[in-house]
């Protein structure tokens, strides 16, 4: 089977495996290696492959039993082979039983893996909460600004005036405010 190289994917194996992962908790799906891949907790467990055919996550201790007893190969990333990751022929996935096999063991695996820590809630944990800033009004006094926030990390550092541009309740004074 020819694979047509301006295309990153095959779409329609793609479909087909969307339909074979359908109503997985926690699915999506991602564009990786060339491809489209398919999460479950955020690990990979099988993609429509931009060199054609699946790539396909397995238990890295089944790798070599998988490779000599089918005709998976282990996928190959910077001249190394790499243990549970396997490419799979498009022609050893034509029908809807060959390409199952695959996505059940690909799946199988990611289930069985912890979840992976999506960017925002990593971004989240890593970001110091964010603390109001006062402007100084007309009048002399403060005001809280709802929509002007600043984090700690953003804050004066390095700055001998730091303490001075906190107010009592340690709250981050602009610049008309200290004094």
Not at 139 to 164: I, K, L, W, Y
Request: with cysteine; aromatic share 4%.
């Amino acid at each position: 089977m020819s694979y047509d190289r301006r295309v990153a994917y095959d779409e329609k194996l793609a479909d087909r495996i969307r339909e074979l992962v359908a109503g997985e908790p926690d699915l999506t799906e991602k564009k990786m290696f060339g491809g489209l891949s398919f999460l479950i907790g955020g690990n990979m467990a099988v993609a429509a492959s931009g060199e054609g055919g699946v790539l396909v996550r397995v238990d890295p201790e089944e790798s070599d039993t998988l490779v000599s007893t089918t005709n998976a190969r282990l996928m190959e990333m910077r001249g190394r082979q790499m243990r549970g990751w396997l490419r799979v022929d498009s022609d050893d996935v034509r029908t809807t039983s060959q390409l199952a096999k695959w996505v059940e063991l690909g799946t199988a695996y990611a289930r069985s893996l912890p979840a992976e820590k999506t960017l925002a809630a990593e971004q989240a944990q890593a970001e110091p909460p964010a603390r109001r800033v006062h402007e100084a009004d007309d009048a002399g006094g403060g005001h809280v600004q709802p929509d002007t926030r600043v984090n700690d990390a953003e804050s004066c550092e390095g700055d001998e005036a730091d303490d001075r541009r906190r107010g009592q309740h340690g709250e981050l004074l602009r610049d008309a405010e200290v004094g």
